[in-house]
């Protein structure tokens, strides 16, 4: 990469995340960008992108994104001034938290196509990806346990880490929290 890295955000009030997920990745393929790493955030009910660029790619990916809807912003804009919209206000939160690594979830990370897989260990996985944690949920988890991935984990920022949550299957098998067809909740609750 040339220039200094920046983290863009792009918001277009989006309640869901797989749809703005598609989006922002179409963005990133229009631009011809494969960024190393990609977060979504929630901020006040809505989701909101972040793209680790450096100064080229992300004026490349904010014009790009803004022909595609969306508001855009990086860790630069503003300076210091207030923001003026909801939009801005809400890009403000997701990119320091995305600079800070307090909240996200990553979508892309280094590393990324090596979690394409259905299964591989603890180890295998730190080893060959930007993850910094597995952490299990109620139960004791060894670098010999094996993730049941199913092509698909999201791990989150959390405390200036990356981590991935995941619970128990059977001896020595986890699956992430977070899988990839998760079913909706009926309406009433």
């Keep these: 990469m040339s220039g200094s890295i920046r983290v863009l955000g792009l918001d277009r009030e989006a309640k869901d995340h ?4 598609h989006a922002v990745l179409g963005c990133t393929d229009d631009a011809g960008i494969n960024p190393t790493e ?15 660029l450096d100064a080229d ?3 490349m990916v ?10 855009t912003g990086d860790n630069e804009f503003g300076s210091g001034a207030p923001p003026t919209t909801d939009a801005e206000a809400r890009i403000r939160s997701a990119v320091f938290a995305h600079q800070h690594r307090v ?11 090596a979690t394409l897989v259905d299964e591989v260990t603890v180890s295998a996985l730190l080893a060959a990806t930007s993850i910094d944690e597995v952490v299990a949920l109620g139960a004791d988890l060894g670098d ?7 092509r698909f ?3 989150t920022l959390q405390s200036g880490h990356a981590v991935l949550v995941v619970t128990a299957l059977e001896e020595n098998r986890f699956r992430p929290y977070e899988i990839e067809h998760q079913h909706q909740c009926c309406g009433g609750h």
């Design 18 to 21: 797989n749809n703005l997920e």
């Design 38 to 52: 990609i977060a979504t955030h929630i901020v006040s009910g809505h989701y909101v992108a972040t793209i680790n």
């Design 57 to 59: 790619q992300c004026a």
């Design 62 to 71: 904010h014009r790009v994104a803004a022909a595609a809807g969306f508001t």
């Design 103 to 113: 909240s996200g979830r990553l979508i892309r990370f280094p590393g990324y196509p």
């Design 144 to 150: 010999d346990a094996v993730i049941v991935a199913n």
């Design 153 to 155: 984990i999201r791990p």
